[in-house]
């Protein structure tokens, strides 16, 4: 009778896989594309398309160290329609989809596709930076394939040498993505983690390293002679020599300062994850006590419970409902991440009793927590934006971790203290991506509404901002066109350095954004003096209103001096001011 019970059952299976085969992709290759027009930005987003169009323009030192992204930009730029912001963002949106749908497909050799799915929309709702800033999806996609890899080429008899050679191609091309993902190359501890725990022989591990190493040879090295004979073999060694320089005036850029911002979204994320120590010991003691007895009363009362804490961390802010700041959706990824750091630990230790595989996999998702966020000043927000691996194995090691004790009574206060924080996380995660523009609408405005269509402004056509940044851009385009400043060249200033992108305007320098620190005060003198000696020494200068923070930053502090300065020494007059933008421009001698 249980036979025929089970073979009925089993008519369905194929059933339960359609939504596995062919939904499932389906909403991981679409969902990404959801928002695509919200936001018209003049920072981030119009800087990196500004570094693509005008390649030739740009700061030698950012142009090595993220050679192969702005290469590819410039050349996505020729593709058809991507001469628009919406254009472009619709090909780099592919470039999300791709890393979902790559993890989906390989990951589920391992992990519930059901979960692996689950897993894939956490990452995709939480892909925060613009989509067209391809220094940060080109490499996210390298090292999410890179790490796929070789986890495959690790387990795999057949083609291991391929899948492995292959992986460090990845990772090594990655380097000249984005110099900081040089860091990738500690995935190799993956390798020899494996090999430790399945007791390879020492040539076997030695070989399989010595593979790996000659991809990553090969994928750094090829790219980078070919780099060398266009542009002189010491090209790239002085641009990553000043890259290392820039940390005297941008501190937040060196190793400590990275470390610290690192530290403290954890650190601060504990503080607001201690008051869950008295539930989950109260919930446990509960469900203890008299352990056959008043189950389903017990069951509620935690629940209840939970809801209660949930008020409270909505009341402290500390799960936001502004949707349009990281906020929203941050502490709960990062209680998400610290809870996935602890059991991954745990797996990886052999806690779990888990086999070779599955502790490979948590100490790869391991290792991607612990480098994704080096190399940048913006606390773990890299990692959050790379969730592609690293968000299937944490809900896969949770699911470990709770059928490892599944017959005591008490893990039911973990399991839903722990469900709890992925239902917030998935539902803080849908809606900040449906509601988030980058850099367009932010915590400060809250009451502004992105309600207005540009219909006029060539390059952001399609696009819906708020009506007070599309009135001071429209005015601001108005200038320029009545007085014909869109056949010279431009020098912004002031946290506007997507004007020269969006108005088309060749960049009088080799950067448009002068004002970050990264760009010392050294070099944007150095760059003032060549302009003064060039054959075009009066570019239209274009100066953003300084808030607070700038205005209290010494380094831009005396950078807009040098420039007024520039200014007043060539007899600029201001032909135009808004309370967002100056406009500078010397008169015509005719």
């Known amino acids: 009778m249980l036979k025929k019970i089970k073979s009925y059952f089993m008519e369905f299976k194929g059933l339960q896989s359609l939504p596995e085969r062919y939904f499932f992709p389906v909403v991981l290759l679409l969902y990404?594309?959801?928002?695509?027009?919200?936001?018209?930005?003049?920072?981030?987003?119009?800087?990196?398309?500004?570094?693509?169009e005008f390649m030739g323009n740009v700061d030698p030192m950012w142009l090595f160290s993220t050679f192969l992204s702005n290469l590819f930009g410039n050349i996505i730029m020729k593709f058809p329609g991507a001469g628009t912001i919406l254009g472009f963002s619709v090909y780099c949106t592919f470039i999300i989809s791709a890393m979902a749908l790559v993890s989906y497909y390989v990951l589920q050799k391992w992990i519930p596709g059901r979960m692996?799915?689950?897993?894939?929309?956490?990452?995709?709702?939480?892909?925060?930076?613009?989509?067209?800033?391809?220094?940060?999806?080109?490499?996210?996609?390298?090292v999410t394939v890179?790490?796929?890899?070789?986890?495959?080429?690790?387990?795999?008899?057949?083609?291991?040498?391929?899948?492995?050679?292959?992986?460090?191609?990845?990772?090594?091309?990655?380097v000249l993505m984005r110099f900081p993902a040089i860091i990738d190359c500690v995935l190799i501890l993956v390798l020899w983690f494996n090999s430790f725990i399945a007791k390879d022989k020492f040539a076997d591990v030695a070989k399989k390293t010595g593979i790996c190493i000659g991809g990553y040879a090969a994928g750094f090295g090829v790219p980078l002679f070919l780099i060398s004979l266009r542009y002189g073999f010491n090209a790239y060694p002085d641009a990553i020599s000043k890259l290392f320089a820039m940390t005297g005036e941008a501190t937040d850029y060196s190793s400590g300062g990275m470390i610290a911002d690192i530290l403290e979204a954890y650190t601060h994320t504990l503080g607001n994850m201690l008051i869950m120590i008295p539930c989950l010991a109260a919930g446990t003691v509960m469900f203890l006590v008299a352990k056959k007895n008043y189950v389903l009363l017990k069951k509620f009362l935690y629940i209840a419970g939970l809801l209660l804490l949930a008020v409270y961390y909505v009341k402290k802010d500390v799960f936001s409902r502004n949707y349009y700041y990281y906020e929203s959706m941050f502490q709960a990824v990062m209680m998400f991440l610290i809870i996935t750091v602890i059991l991954t630990i745990?797996?990886?230790?052999?806690?779990?009793?888990?086999?070779?595989?599955?502790?490979?996999?948590?100490?790869?998702?391991?290792?991607?927590?612990?480098?994704?966020?080096?190399?940048?000043?913006?606390?773990?927000?890299?990692?959050?934006?790379?969730?592609?691996?690293?968000?299937?194995?944490?809900?896969w090691i949770i699911q470990r971790f709770l059928q490892r004790f599944v017959d005591n009574e008490w893990i039911f206060a973990w399991q839903a203290m722990i469900t709890g924080v992925i239902v917030v996380l998935l539902v803080q995660g849908a809606i900040f991506h449906a509601r988030f523009s980058f850099a367009d609408h932010n915590e400060a405005t809250p009451e502004l509404k992105l309600d207005t269509k540009v219909t006029d402004i060539a390059k952001a056509i399609g696009l819906v901002t708020t009506k007070a940044n599309y009135d001071t851009l429209s005015e601001l385009k108005n200038c320029?066109?009545?007085?014909?400043?869109?056949?010279?060249?431009?020098?912004?200033?002031?946290?506007?350095?997507?004007?020269s992108y969006l108005f088309d305007i060749e960049p009088?320098?080799?950067?448009?954004?002068?004002?970050?620190?990264?760009?010392?005060?050294?070099?944007?003198?150095?760059?003032?003096?060549?302009?003064?000696?060039?054959?075009?020494?009066?570019?239209?200068?274009?100066?953003?209103?300084?808030?607070?923070?700038?205005?209290?930053?010494p380094n831009v502090t005396e950078k807009n001096n040098m420039l007024l300065d520039y200014i007043k020494k060539h007899d600029y007059n201001i032909i135009f001011e808004s309370n967002r933008f100056t406009v500078y421009a010397v008169e015509s001698e005719e």
């Open 480 to 499: 320029i066109e009545s007085n014909g400043l869109t056949q010279g060249k431009v020098l912004t200033f002031g946290n506007v350095p997507g004007i």
């Open 116 to 142: 692996v799915f689950i897993g894939e929309i956490i990452a995709e709702s939480l892909c925060w930076a613009p989509r067209v800033i391809l220094y940060h999806y080109l490499p996210y996609l390298l």
């Open 508 to 553: 009088a320098i080799d950067t448009t954004w002068p004002d970050l620190d990264s760009y010392s005060t050294v070099r944007f003198a150095s760059a003032l003096e060549k302009l003064d000696l060039s054959d075009n020494p009066n570019p239209t200068v274009v100066i953003g209103k300084l808030d607070d923070i700038m205005s209290a930053n």
């Open 32 to 52: 990404p594309f959801f928002g695509i027009t919200k936001g018209l930005d003049i920072v981030d987003t119009t800087y990196n398309l500004g570094n693509y």
């Open 346 to 395: 745990a797996d990886v230790s052999g806690f779990f009793n888990g086999g070779v595989e599955e502790r490979t996999i948590s100490f790869a998702a391991l290792m991607l927590i612990f480098i994704l966020p080096i190399g940048s000043n913006n606390r773990t927000m890299p990692l959050v934006n790379c969730l592609f691996f690293v968000a299937p194995a944490g809900l």
């Open 146 to 174: 890179g790490t796929l890899l070789l986890i495959r080429g690790v387990f795999s008899k057949e083609k291991q040498e391929i899948l492995l050679f292959a992986a460090g191609v990845c990772l090594g091309l990655n």
